[in-house]
Antibody, heavy 116, light 108 residues
Framework: QVHLVQSGAEVENPGASVKVSCQASGYTFTTYPLQWVRQAPGQGLEWMGW????????KYSQKFQGRVTITRDTSANTAYLTLSRLKSEDTAVYYC?????????WGQGTLVIVSS | SSELTQDPSVSVALGQTVRITCQGDTLKNSHPTWYQQKPGQAPLLVIY???DRPSGIPDRFSGSSSGDTASLTITGAQAEDEGDYYCNSRDTSGNQWVFGGGTKLTVL
């Protein structure tokens, strides 16, 4: 069974960076891209970017360009989202999800709180 | 435009049929996927490839589209169908994805 397990909640100061991990199991990691989506409290879903797990190519939402980096470690079957220069508005649950044209399954989500 | 527009909320009586719509220019050339999200949970894929359902999704869920508008229809809504529903599609560039604002479904 395919599973995506994400790292635990983080509390960060404004201006800092956060790195969230997403470990995949139950399939060959390099055969599907991984997407990152976030959801601010009480708000909708917002696509952030994706990574081709086979070759590491990435594409980011223009909104986050310059602040977001998505990487992967194929030996660990893990993808990473790094968001820098954090602002209070970045407080959200961050999800990873497998897939290209549809996202399935999703990780359980990682709460990131940005607060001084 | 790369935006997808959804009604913020919809309600349906138990056992009746409800349609949740998603409108956007990008839908003229592609079919959206649909996700259900319940409070405190990750989104769950319910419709992909216009009208395919993942294993475990009841057949009361179906998808359709016409022009720039796509619909998720629940035929015989159940109490457990309450939640937020999001449509999602590639944007007009084809390289990025965009979500609709979500529709909160209430089953009365």
């Amino acid at each position: 069974q395919v599973h995506l397990v994400q790292s635990g909640a983080e509390v960060e100061n404004p201006g800092a960076s956060v790195k969230v991990s997403c470990q995949a199991s139950g399939y060959t990691f390099t055969t599907y891209p991984l997407q990152w989506v976030r959801q601010a409290p009480g708000q909708g879903l917002e696509w952030m970017g994706w990574i081709n797990a086979a070759n590491g190519n990435t594409k980011y939402s223009q909104k986050f360009q310059g602040r977001v980096t998505i990487t992967r470690d194929t030996s660990a079957n893990t993808a990473y989202l790094t968001l820098s220069r954090l602002k209070s508005e970045d407080t959200a649950v961050y999800y990873c999800a497998r897939g290209n044209d549809w996202f399935d399954p999703w990780g359980q989500g990682t709460l990131v709180i940005v607060s001084s | 435009s790369s935006e997808l527009t959804q009604d913020p909320s919809v309600s349906v009586a138990l056992g009746q049929t409800v349609r949740i719509t998603c409108q956007g220019d990008t839908l003229k050339n592609s079919h959206p996927t649909w996700y259900q999200q319940k409070p405190g949970q990750a989104p769950l894929l319910v419709i992909y490839n216009k009208n395919d359902r993942p294993s475990g999704i009841p057949d009361r869920f179906s998808g359709s589209s016409s022009g720039d508008t796509a619909s998720l229809t629940i035929t015989g809504a159940q109490a457990e169908d309450e939640g937020d529903y999001y449509c999602n599609s590639r944007d007009t560039s084809g390289n990025q994805w965009v979500f609709g604002g979500g529709t909160k479904l209430t089953v009365l």
